[in-house]
């Protein structure tokens, strides 16, 4: 009877250790935007689509093709795992591919929620994956993110398409502008090519959404069988690494139910975490309005909303 009585309250203390490590991930993340803002004079951009990956010797901004995760390594202290694949040069080779194939297999601790799963590979898609500067790479076990971007209230079919540039010199003609996030403007801080400044949060860095968690089917946490959960966190701009807050998207606690794309959310019951656009991070309940819900993930609807949760 007493182990009966105790195991409950050691299981809500482990879980509740667990909320403050993934709080600690987030705010971890949130200080690295800072810092990548600090230095660029802007926010990490969501990189191109999921078919390129990181490469250093792209810099950063609209012209770097891997995710904001991929850009905050730097910040992380991470840089030689960032650096992985430079060759001078913004051309395939060897050195670039390869490089960029034992980064993708490296799980790094900040972007995984304890709760969730262990930080370790998992398997990925092997008929949609693409190497440095699109060369096709099998299947196999890569690094993933429990933690996603927002990309505002926007549609959210404006950060995945099946097309991409066939290399980085195509980029400067290639038809950015069949975009969603360009026909329908992204209006959240971080989206594909994006290059937020400070200047343009315009609700207010505290009235902002800046990277949150990420809602996944419980089924589907070892394999990559739900479409926000297939790609590698490194890759660009995809349902994997954004979430938005777009009308009919509120975020959910995981549970086994239909498919949720791009929506916030975790595993934790009552409220998931979220880092704002000021570095604080804050619980914010699964009950939440959703016009409310939608105008924190606008950063310039000068719709300001309390968020005194």
């Known amino acids: 009877m007493l182990v009966g009585l105790l195991l409950p309250a ?33 926010f990490p951009s969501g990189g191109w689509t999921p078919h390129w990956d990181g490469d250093p010797d792209c810099g950063m901004g609209a012209n770097q093709p891997g995710a904001w995760c991929y850009s905050l390594l ?10 992985l694949g430079a060759d001078g040069g913004n051309t395939k080779s060897t050195d670039q591919i390869n490089g960029a194939e034992e980064r993708d297999a490296t799980a790094v601790g ?18 949609s ?17 429990d933690y996603v971007a927002n990309y505002g209230s926007a549609h959210a079919s404006g950060q995945a398409q099946s097309y991409t540039p066939s290399s980085v010199d ?5 038809a950015w502008n069949n975009d969603k ?22 609700d207010g860095t505290s009235n902002t959404y800046l990277i949150g968690e990420k809602y996944i089917q419980p089924e589907h946490y070892e394999n990559a069988s739900f479409t926000d959960n297939n790609f590698i966190l490194w890759r660009g701009a995809d349902n994997d690494n954004h979430a938005s807050t777009y009308p009919g998207r509120l975020p959910l606690q995981d549970r086994s139910m239909g498919t949720y794309n791009h929506r916030f959310g975790s595993c934790h019951s009552g409220a998931f975490g979220m880092a704002f656009c000021d570095g604080s991070v804050r619980r914010i309940p699964y009950s939440i309005e959703e016009e409310t819900h939608q105008n924190l993930g606008n950063r310039r609807d000068m719709k300001v909303v309390s968020v005194d949760f």
């Open 110 to 127: 900040v972007f995984y929620c304890p709760s969730r799963r262990a930080t370790k590979t998992y398997p990925i898609l092997s008929d």
């Open 129 to 145: 994956q693409y190497q440095a500067n699109n060369t096709y790479t099998k299947g196999g076990n890569y690094a993933k993110t």
């Open 181 to 202: 996030e360009v026909t329908t403007p992204a209006n959240g801080v971080i989206f594909k090519r994006s290059e937020v400044t400070l200047g343009e949060i315009r």
């Open 170 to 174: 195509a980029v400067e003609k290639y």
């Open 10 to 42: 050691v299981q809500q203390a482990r879980e509740a250790a667990r909320v403050m490590q993934c709080n600690n991930n987030l705010r971890n993340l949130a200080l690295a935007c800072h810092n990548h803002e600090s230095s660029t004079r802007k």
């Open 74 to 83: 730097p910040f992380l202290e991470q840089n030689a795992l960032y650096q």
